[in-house]
């Protein structure tokens, strides 16, 4: 399922690009979609019409990266 739609997804929506990594949307860089990973760190550019939802797993992943990343800020 792509997100091709004219409007870009809500800032902080959980995506996958073509090569099945999985980021966070923080907004648009010209055409593109900028993501960054869960846990922080570089924004890359992906495609609007290859991205897609991530699968249950996936959202289970990411929930479990953001639930680290809060325990090593809190440490």
Known sequence: MSQD???PPELGTLLVDANGKLGVFMGRGGPRYMLRPVRGGC???AEPATVREPTPAERETAERQRAEQETVRAA
């Open 43 to 45: 924004e890359w550019e």
């Open 5 to 7: 739609r004219a409007e």
